[in-house]
């Protein structure tokens, strides 16, 4: 526990000292025009939503993102009856995800990312009745992400297809206080290799107004405890607009999103397919992004859910909080 709040202490000396963007769930973006990008139709980054906008051949980012995610959660007598009546709920309360992330210009259009997670998800205990309602913790190092953005266009609009892969490094024995093993859905990893691709367009408008539409799907596999999470296709849009020009310093960008997600149900040992999870989900996201001199920058956005249809009896989304701090060389 006294790790966490140390990384996150640290986080928050790095954004009120210093101030780009280095995105979750797949958006990765540069924090510069580079002399080798697309030049004047090169666009601002989103924070939630990948561009197609690359860093430049042999330029290298590097960064620091925290995501806290809260959940609407099931009170235990309620989770625990309907867990007892073979219904997929798992106590979740919040996750935290520390991710540290690198990433490297091969080409001019041609980008290389590698990311390293910290996972800590939260939940109660919902099995026993001895202890029901207990906070419970599962923390440990989650799967490592290798991507890679290719742009090939950049003619009116900047276009760029994302692949990557996610390795199985992720802790999947952790346990609960009673000893016995916390559930797949619980875990800091999955214990899968799951895939991912997309395309995304992007563009700035006069140096102020930059946007950004990508389509992606995450593949994945079969993890821990014969657990296989449902594949999840996502689509985000995103606006920005610029305070000053783009390639001026300091500036601040004003960052609005809508990031739309449809997942498919998972699958587990004992079913087929698991009734309690997949559906839709519809995050708008409003965020700032501050560019104190081309090589430093921080972000922050708070996706917020308006739209949710999910699958069978699960936890909602309630909150969520996505931070963090980036350089660029």
């Excluded at 995450?218 to 594949?231: C, N, S």
């Excluded at 839709?280 to 560019?291: D, E, K, M, V």
Aim: proline share 4%.
């Amino acid at each position: 526990m006294s790790f966490y709040r140390i990384s996150l202490f640290s986080f928050l000396c790095f954004y009120v000292a210093l101030p780009n963007v280095f995105a979750h769930h797949g958006g990765f973006e540069p924090t510069g025009q580079g002399k080798e990008s697309a030049g004047m139709i090169s666009s601002a980054g989103m924070i939630n939503s990948p561009t197609a906008t690359t860093l430049g051949k042999n330029h290298v980012s590097a960064g620091f993102t925290f995501e806290y995610v809260r959940y609407n959660s099931i009170p235990a007598d309620d989770a625990h009856r309907l867990h007892h009546g073979d219904r997929d709920v798992h106590g979740k309360n919040h996750e935290e995800t520390y991710d540290l992330n690198v990433g490297y210009g091969i080409l001019p259009d041609l980008d290389l990312y590698w990311v390293t997670p910290i996972v800590s998800k939260n939940s109660i205990d919902i099995h026993s009745h001895a202890s029901l309602g207990q906070k419970e913790r599962a923390t440990g190092f989650g799967d490592m992400r290798l991507i890679g953005k290719y742009r090939f266009w950049k003619k009116y609009v900047e276009a760029a297809l994302i692949a990557g892969v996610k390795f199985p490094t992720g802790k999947t024995d952790a346990k609960q206080a009673s000893g016995n093993k916390f559930e797949a859905e619980n875990q800091p990893g999955t214990g899968s290799w799951d895939g991912e691709f997309g395309i995304v367009f992007s563009r700035n408008f006069r140096q102020r107004f930059s946007t950004a539409t990508s389509f992606q799907y995450f593949l994945h596999g079969e993890g821990a405890q014969e657990h296989k999470m449902g594949d999840v296709f996502r689509h985000n849009l995103g606006v920005s607009y610029s305070l000053r020009q783009l390639g001026k310093y300091p500036n601040l960008n004003l960052v609005l999103e809508m990031n739309t997600e449809w997942g498919l149900r998972d699958r587990s040992r004992t079913e087929k397919k698991v009734y309690d999870s997949g559906g839709t989900t519809i995050f708008l996201s409003p965020g700032l992004n501050a560019s104190f001199t081309q090589h430093i920058s921080v972000f922050c956005t708070m996706p917020i859910p308006v739209y949710q249809n999910l699958g069978g009896e699960h936890e909602e989304v309630n909150f969520e909080l996505l931070s963090g701090v980036n350089f660029s060389f």
